[in-house]
């Protein structure tokens, strides 16, 4: 069971309903922020 055109054009209408296409961009910026920010913090973290 894999994740096909389908099921991503579908994620995708749902995203622009739920935020509209305005806000989209600043979402993503957003959640590549928070994941730059854990990736950040896995390298400071002296554990690992």
């Not at 994740?3 to 993503?28: E, K, N």
């Not at 957003?30 to 950040?40: L, P, Q, R």
């Amino acid at each position: 069971m894999g994740f096909s055109l389908t099921h991503c054009v579908i994620l995708l209408v749902v995203v622009l309903v739920i935020f509209g296409a305005g806000r989209v961009p600043q979402v993503m910026g957003d959640i590549a922020k928070g994941i730059k920010s854990f990736k950040d913090g896995l390298k400071d973290d002296p554990k690992l």
